[in-house]
């Protein structure tokens, strides 16, 4: 099977050669991005756990950041459960194909599913993977009846594996799906059970995903969202069984706001606490969560930056700060201060100069009121800037410290939020690492991770591994 742009081993093995031992204080080139093993971990073991003690399925996205070594933290590596993970490009499903194999062959089923809408130019990989796999490896998604025709298309092609579909539900984020209880809905299951009939394809389940729950501002308000995502699927199921009877289905639901609030300390105790502000939340979690799994519904959440984290998800207060504060942030982005500007910031404050601009940080803002952070990502406290404050509890609304005020193509111009006084001075030479506000893009812009470990004592900065990431489509 082609596999696209997949680094080699030897690839990883000279990159290590290159890094491992040096310090993020002398490696080049800058930037860089890095990943703290240490904090993937946590985050990766919060999920697992979670999904565990409420005995739902798990579905690990590996989008954001495009790896094996990252994928074996999402599904427990050394687990003997099932690994369901998702891929948002099929060369993303072609890389993972051995780490898949190897599950396998350790007894460990597998599925995989390209969450996004078949398309007919993707028929013949996606057909590929499902013949090297074999049956029920691999799930696509729908959201229109043409795409079936692809459905049967990888059926025949695979030597009859057909694929396990799910119906994509707009869960009002307006990005692709169908809306419930919409004639398109309606279209849509019945061509679905028609093409199940036919053998062409497995009616498997239900996707949704809230991705404007990224908006949500108070401690675990994405909960809200997370209820209405599964609210909106056991509708579809309960049409898709006035058709077909006791139709077997699994509801899926996630983005990381709404899939990272079950780990709510009441959800996974199974109380209900009248003093806890988020109390009626998760009440309603809890009471969906039963009502589905009554009807004979499997449930399932996914999510895909909760292992890095990010800027914008901490402003989403989707967890509080027990669970969720600036130090859970796995990533940054190493630059390089190559100028300083006193005075010409606000206020007469100072800017600087950093080469990490659109191409190395992204260019995506988190999405806030007037006076609310609008930067273009945050400096951590470290190095040079170690005693620059870190985003609080009230950010985004509070914020201060050196920010990315401004980026061009490769220019980013940090800028100091605070009182001139206050000031944290930097020089040129100094290495800042910078928090960037959407892990998924500004990964992007590089062809490995540097990872170190925060658990090493005195040797934190220190590279331990290098990750290449896969690239394409």
């Known amino acids: 099977m082609a596999v696209l742009s997949a680094p080699s081993a030897d690839l990883k093995e000279k990159l290590r050669a290159e890094f491992v031992g040096t310090t993020l204080q002398h490696v080049i080139p800058v930037p860089s991005a890095v990943l703290d093993l240490a904090k993937l971990e946590v985050n990766c073991e919060r999920m697992l756990d979670a999904t565990d003690r409420l005995g739902i399925l798990w579905r690990a996205h590996i989008k954001s950041h495009k790896t094996t070594e990252l994928t074996r933290l999402q599904v427990g590596d050394t687990r003997t459960t099932h690994v369901s993970i998702i891929a948002s490009t099929v060369v993303e499903a072609e890389n993972i194909l051995p780490l898949l194999r190897e599950y396998q062959a350790n007894g460990r089923t597998v599925n995989l599913l390209l969450a996004f809408p078949l398309f007919p130019s993707a028929v013949s990989r996606l057909a590929r993977f499902s013949a090297e796999l074999g049956p029920a490896s691999l799930s696509v998604l729908v959201d229109h009846p043409d795409q079936l025709a692809s459905a049967a298309a990888i059926t025949r092609a695979s030597g009859g594996h057909a694929p396990l579909v799910f119906i994509k539900i707009d869960a009002e984020y307006g990005r692709a799906g169908v809306v419930p209880s919409s004639p398109a809905c309606a279209e849509l299951v019945d061509a679905a059970l028609t093409a199940e009939k036919a053998g062409a394809c497995v009616l498997h389940g239900l996707y949704a995903h809230a991705g404007h729950s990224y908006g949500s501002r108070g401690d675990w308000a994405a909960m809200d969202y997370l209820v209405k995502e599964f609210e909106m699927l056991s509708s579809v199921a309960a049409a898709v069984r006035d058709k077909s009877p006791d139709h077997p289905?699994?509801?899926?639901?996630?983005?990381?706001?709404?899939?990272?609030?079950?780990?709510?300390?009441?959800?996974?105790?199974?109380?209900?606490?009248?003093?806890?502000?988020?109390?009626?939340?998760?009440?309603?979690?809890?009471?969906?969560?039963?009502?589905?799994?009554?009807?004979?519904?499997?449930?399932?959440v996914h999510a895909g930056v909760y292992p890095t984290l990010d800027i914008q998800q901490l402003a989403t207060h989707a967890r509080d700060s027990s669970l969720m504060t600036c130090k859970d942030i796995a990533i940054s982005i190493v630059a390089e201060v190559a100028s300083v500007y006193p005075g010409r910031g606000a206020d007469g404050t100072t800017e600087a100069l950093v080469h990490a601009g659109t191409l190395a940080l992204g260019r995506e803002p988190v999405a806030g009121k007037g006076g609310d952070y609008s930067g273009w990502g945050v400096v951590m406290p470290w190095g040079a800037a170690a005693e620059a404050p870190g985003p609080g509890p009230d950010f985004p609304r509070v914020h201060g410290g050196w920010q990315v005020g401004r980026i061009s193509q490769e220019h980013g111009i940090l800028a100091w939020k605070g009182r001139r006084e206050d000031e944290v001075p930097l020089r040129v030479g100094d290495r800042v690492r910078i928090w960037p506000n959407h892990s998924c893009i500004a990964g992007a812009g590089f062809d490995w991770y540097l990872i170190v470990d925060g658990r090493n004592k005195g040797r934190e900065d220190e590279v331990v591994d290098v990750w290449p990431r896969w690239r394409g489509w």
């Open 249 to 300: 289905l699994v509801l899926s639901a996630g983005a990381t706001p709404t899939a990272t609030t079950i780990q709510h300390p009441l959800v996974l105790a199974g109380l209900d606490g009248d003093s806890d502000s988020s109390a009626a939340s998760t009440h309603k979690v809890k009471s969906t969560f039963n009502t589905s799994k009554l009807a004979g519904l499997t449930l399932e």
